[in-house]
């Protein structure tokens, strides 16, 4: 079986309890909102060489730069322009900036991501940017109740990453499953799975 990375996902919760989890030993922590991350990461400055920083929400053009220069991973990229961007602002004393192309796998008209049919295109495209290194994909599926029905995306993720390698691209990484679907995920192959309520505790009650 494949071996998978935890994402602790601390959206809305504190710089505390990023520090205590990475007092307990976890080291790659997920953001969705860039300033939020900024502020936190400001106040974990002390622990900048062992925490890696990973953007899993929207990126919007206005903020490329200043998520070049502090996160370490974005698996949001679903446009070439934001790509381009972030390859360009990248310093070149840092390691390249991994990222995922974020895919629309249950095509749902609402969501971001980039169409299954667009994604050959721009993976060729984005893994010849100098800034960057391509390692994957990235989905949210739409939820699902059962086991069975959770696997189905997944799956189409799964069979889209094995294609694009098929065609030549070297990617090692699916970031797929949160606390809802995580064994689904994983049982079709997540090498990353990003999960926030079932370490932290439900977000509802820490925004009161
Ligand atoms: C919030 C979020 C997660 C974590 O969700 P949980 O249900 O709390 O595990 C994972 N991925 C993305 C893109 C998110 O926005």
């Known amino acids: 079986m494949q071996s998978v990375t935890l994402l602790a996902v601390t959206k809305t919760f504190d710089a505390q309890a990023v ?33 890696e ?19 370490d991973w974005v698996h949001t990229i679903d446009r070439l322009k934001i790509a381009e961007r972030l390859s360009a602002q990248r310093d070149a004393g840092l390691p390249p900036l991994q990222v995922c192309l974020q895919v629309n796998i249950s095509g749902e008209a609402s969501k971001s991501g980039v169409a299954p049919a667009d994604v050959p295109a721009l993976a060729r495209s984005v893994a010849a940017l100098p800034g960057l290194h ?4 990235m989905a949210v599926p739409e939820p699902q109740g059962d086991f069975a ?18 065609s030549g691209l070297a990617l090692d990484t699916l970031s ?3 606390s809802a679907d995580l ?12 999960v926030g309520s079932a370490i932290f505790g439900s977000r509802a009650r820490q925004q009161g």
Do not use: C
Not at 20 to 43: C, I, P, T, W
Not at 53 to 71: D, E, Y
Not at 149 to 166: E, G, I, K, V, Y
């Open 176 to 178: 797929m499953g949160m």
């Open 134 to 137: 391509l390692r994957g994909l």
């Open 19 to 51: 520090r205590d989890a990475h007092a307990a030993g976890q080291r790659a922590f997920g953001e969705n909102y860039v300033q939020e991350a900024l502020e936190k990461m400001q106040s974990l400055a002390d622990l900048r060489g062992s925490i």
């Open 53 to 71: 920083w990973h953007l899993i929400g929207p990126l919007q053009s206005n903020k490329t730069r200043v998520v070049a220069a502090s996160f």
């Open 183 to 194: 064994e689904a995920a994983i049982a079709e192959g997540a090498t990353l799975v990003r």
């Open 149 to 166: 029905a959770q696997r189905r995306p997944h799956r189409a993720l799964a069979r889209l990453l094995f294609d694009l390698n098929a």
